[in-house]
């Protein structure tokens, strides 16, 4: 994909699953990666696999909840690569998953600290820069779940709902300053989140997402298919992997294939 050769990329949760595997790709296709979260030996080791196969990798050691890491992150990104083209805010938590009259404050709390409060600092800390260059893509990272309630879920379908209209709100402030800015909703992607949510017992399988588990190789193929040209037709709003629509346009089988 020539549109994503030599992009400088920002990627947050990327120590695993969906993180892990857009760093990959988009570093395959050229693009330069910053990776961003807690867990440094395992963003030290991706850097250093992706750049030990001709890629151009840095890890970053962040916490999403806490904006000065936020904004060091974002500095990093400007010193070490010059400019920053593409923001992915993927870094998200569902634990721990109980009853909304049985949660517990404190621990639902740091989820509204990473998932939502994370998005918006990396938003804040990377749009100047980004609205200075006159260019820059931003893609949150959505759920089905911020369009509907789930049992045990409150905190993760509030913070969801939350990132949705940062997304619409980003959209609206910073189109007109050449800063897109959109929402990707993967589906059920075969991740150790999923794992978490099985194991819970409380969800029904009525609740659940019906299609298969995908790999998150195709979500790391729907960003890259969102940084270039085809994201232009959805910025403001959450593109959807769940639909032929959304799989057909990225070059994925679709629903019944």
């Known amino acids: 994909m020539s549109e994503i050769k030599g992009k400088c990329v920002i990627i947050t949760g990327a120590s695993r699953g969906i993180g892990a595997a857009t760093a990959r790709y988009l570093a395959e296709q050229g693009a330069k990666v910053v990776l961003a979260a807690r867990n440094s030996e395992a963003i030290g080791d991706l850097a250093q696999e992706i750049i030990a196969t001709g890629g151009d990798a840095s890890a970053f050691p962040c916490d999403v909840s806490d904006y000065d890491e936020v904004a060091a992150l974002v500095q990093h990104c400007l010193d070490t690569f010059g400019k920053i083209d593409v923001l992915v805010n993927n870094a998200g938590v569902i634990e721990p998953i109980a009853p909304l009259i049985e949660s517990d404050p404190h621990e639902w709390s740091k989820v509204v600290d990473i998932n939502l409060k994370g998005v918006y600092y990396a938003i804040r800390s990377a749009a100047p820069h980004m609205v200075k260059q006159g260019s820059g893509t931003i893609i949150n990272i959505s759920s089905g ?36 800015v959109m929402g990707l909703s993967p589906g059920t992607v075969a991740t150790n989140m999923q794992v978490t949510i099985k194991a819970s017992g409380i969800n029904p399988v009525s609740q659940m997402d019906p299609s298969v588990d995908i790999p998150a190789k195709w979500v790391a193929k729907a960003i890259a298919f969102l940084i270039g040209p085809g994201g232009d037709d959805y910025v403001g709003r959450d593109f959807s992997l769940k639909t032929d629509e959304g799989r057909v346009a990225v070059g994925l089988p679709g629903l019944a294939g």
Request: with cysteine; aromatic share 8%; net charge neutral.
């Open 145 to 180: 779940a911020a369009y509907m309630p789930l049992d045990g879920w409150s905190q993760y379908c509030t913070t969801k709902a939350g990132v949705l209209m940062l997304t619409q709100s980003g959209h609206h402030e910073l189109a007109a300053q050449g800063v897109r």
